[in-house]
């Protein structure tokens, strides 16, 4: 059984910037492609990244592509997700998300990824 631990969800004013770490649990075993997805309230579920199990592919969602930045841990399944200029419409809960799928490129939809954390809040106040 992996369990997701997302780290990082803060309050933060409109333009800040604020980084968020996610860790697999137990960190040791398969390398798992991972992503990060977000909620915000009265919306659906929306891509934000991916990277795949050796870091050298990146996929990024629209509404957040050239404010972020996803990056790992060479050999572990620890992602970060560096965002900044942020403003009020990156309010949203932040989920990790893994997939155990070996070399295949990252994905940038739901499906497919098995293993799912609680969320990280990010608040961005005006």
């Known amino acids: 059984q992996v369990q997701l631990l997302e780290f990082g969800g803060a309050s933060v004013q409109a333009g800040g910037s604020l980084g968020l770490t996610c860790e697999a649990v137990?960190?040791?075993?398969?390398?798992?492609?991972m992503a990060w997805f977000r909620r915000a309230p009265g919306k659906e579920r929306e891509f934000v990244a991916s990277i795949n199990w050796s870091g050298a592919t990146t996929y990024y969602g629209d509404a957040m592509k050239g404010r972020v930045t996803i990056s790992r841990e060479s050999a572990q399944n620890i992602v970060y997700l560096q965002m900044h200029t942020l403003g009020p419409e990156d309010t949203a809960l932040y989920y990790c998300?893994?997939?155990?799928?070996?070399?295949?490129?990252?994905?940038?939809?739901?499906?497919?990824?098995?293993?799912w954390g609680q969320g990280t809040q990010v608040t961005v106040s005006s």
């Open positions: 998300a893994a997939a155990d799928i070996g070399p295949s490129s990252p994905m940038s939809g739901p499906a497919g990824y098995l293993y």
């Open positions: 137990p960190r040791t075993g398969d390398r798992y492609t």
